[in-house]
């Protein structure tokens, strides 16, 4: 057998250096993060704001939160299945429902501020380019920074509908029309149309009356829950626009009633020091009463 060089030898497992926890993980991308954390030195302890947009397979997660040392602090958080309170109850985790998450995320915090009545944003929606601009005399825009985490950014992506309903809220958002649904690459050329279409579920009414049309089976297998709760192909523009104006007019959070539960307990509850004495008590007075009778 020929000479082999040992690579990973004694040396190599001292000066070792395990990486952080939720890189390990594959949670976080620290490259990322340190340039969306870090803030500059001659703005102080200013915080640095990112617009935090995550999807699981039933909700859709928008917080605004700043990093400090002890860890990252949420300042507002919206969630998609807060959505049927405002008239969408089906469909919560596409294009349409990020949209709405990302307007109700940026009105709730903009209200938590007292800035909504100063920036309203952008409230006849047609998908175009929108940025808000600070008023004169007033308190500036509130600013933030797109945190897409692990996310994929492709053309169309639904993180970009989330942030777009944020920037249409009234959040100063820095972002650019070249990844939202409609943008020709080769072109070069952005359709606002076609990304209002998205807004307004129009690619999920278009596919809902084509399969209709080819397999009234498989319309009924897949869009059951549209079918019970009454929505058509025909109403979903119309639901989405019910539901932004729902959220301007109320986006704070629902406080939940307190419900009266009663515990049921197998086992019978501890005593008190008082109740054991008083057994103890108790017990000496019946066995003195027991002793007399005896004697009697």
């Not at 999807?55 to 860890?71: H, L, M, P, S, V």
């Not at 929606?125 to 492709?154: H, M």
């Not at 009234?216 to 192909?233: C, H, L, M």
């Not at 729902?246 to 539960?261: F, L, Q, S």
Request: aromatic content about 10%.
């Amino acid at each position: 057998m020929g000479f082999v060089k040992v690579v990973k030898n004694k040396q190599y497992f001292k000066r070792f250096q395990v990486k952080f926890r939720r890189r390990r993980e594959g949670k976080t991308d620290y490259f990322a993060r340190k340039r969306l954390v870090i803030q500059e030195k001659n703005k102080y302890n200013t915080p640095k704001y990112r617009l935090i947009v995550r999807f699981t397979n039933k909700d859709i997660i928008c917080q605004i939160a700043y990093a400090r040392i002890q860890g990252d602090i949420m300042v507002c958080a919206a969630y998609s299945h807060e959505l049927p309170r405002y008239g969408v109850k089906v469909g919560l985790t596409n294009y349409a429902a990020a949209y709405c998450t990302g307007l109700l995320c940026a009105r709730r915090l903009l209200k938590k501020l007292k800035l909504d009545t100063i920036y309203t944003g952008q409230e006849e929606v047609d998908g175009d380019e929108f940025f808000v601009e600070d008023e004169e005399g007033k308190p500036g825009a509130f600013r933030c920074y797109l945190d897409v985490g692990l996310l994929r950014t492709t053309t169309g992506a639904r993180v970009f509908g989330a942030m777009k309903g944020a920037a249409d809220g009234g959040l100063d958002i820095p972002h650019s029309m070249k990844r939202f649904p409609g943008y020709d690459n080769a072109a070069g050329e952005f359709n606002a149309a076609v990304h209002r279409d998205h807004i307004f579920g129009k690619h999920v009414s278009n596919y809902m009356q084509k399969l209709k049309d080819e397999d009234d089976e498989a319309f009924k297998r897949q869009f059951s829950r549209f079918i019970k709760n009454g929505v058509t192909p025909a109403s979903l523009e119309q639901m989405y626009k019910s539901a932004h104006a729902a959220i301007r007019a109320e986006p704070e959070t629902k406080t939940k009633d307190n419900k009266e539960v009663k515990v049921k307990r197998w086992n019978r509850k501890k005593l008190t020091k008082a109740q054991r004495d008083d057994k103890i008590k108790q017990k000496k007075a019946a066995f003195l009463k027991s002793l007399e009778g005896d004697a009697e």
